[in-house]
């Protein structure tokens, strides 16, 4: 597995220094933006200003997971602002097949997020309209959960589904992601780490980074 990307989840930054936590991210690959209604899950994160104003701070790639009971109200102004990937959970809206290609049809990568107790079966007729899937290993709502190792088959799986398709869909972990399970996860077939606390709370984000670079380096050579 080569290209392995690092995406930090600034749910976990210090707003209050907003410039300078994007600028130790210098390292990372994507920024990763967890959207939080309240309703679908019992937290509520950051809109459309802080967005904005995150894309203004910096030009890596900008990955929006939208948990949120209407995910296709969001589209259009998150397009406006500039972000490049879009996920949202296939059971918050009707026609994820219409929105996916709506997304799509924007120039913005989208992607489908699973929680850890949705089966990947939901995928079978959508997979081919993929550009990635977002595999939960915490259940959404909330940073600084604990990984759940169940996950681990669940990456498998949906590698071998991917692999028998002939698609290159890629597979996205978000979710209790650190240096001691950022290999397992690689082994399995991830393509992409999300990391919130364990990035955030360390004394030198790159360092933090480079330990789960490595970790998948390690791996792909």
Known sequence: M????????????????LA???DKLLTADIIHLDVMDGHYV??????YPLIKRIRQLTSKPLDVHLMVTNPSEYIDRLADI????????QECDYHSHRLLHKIRDLGIKAGLALNPATPLNTLDSILPDLDYVLLMSVNPGFSAQKFIPGVL????????????????????VDG???????????SAGADILVSASYIFNSEDYSKAIKKLRYSTEQLAT
């Open 20 to 22: 300078q936590e994007l």
């Open 176 to 186: 209790g992601v650190n240096s001691e399970n950022a290999s397992l996860l690689i």
């Open 42 to 47: 019992p937290n509520l994160s950051f809109g």
């Open 2 to 17: 080569s290209n392995i990307l690092i995406a930090p989840s600034v749910l976990s930054a210090d707003f209050g220094f």
């Open 82 to 89: 500039g972000v490049q990937w879009i996920s949202f959970h």
């Open 153 to 172: 088959e669940k990456v498998r799986d949906l590698r071998a589904m991917i692999d028998a398709a002939g698609l290159s869909t890629l597979i996205e």
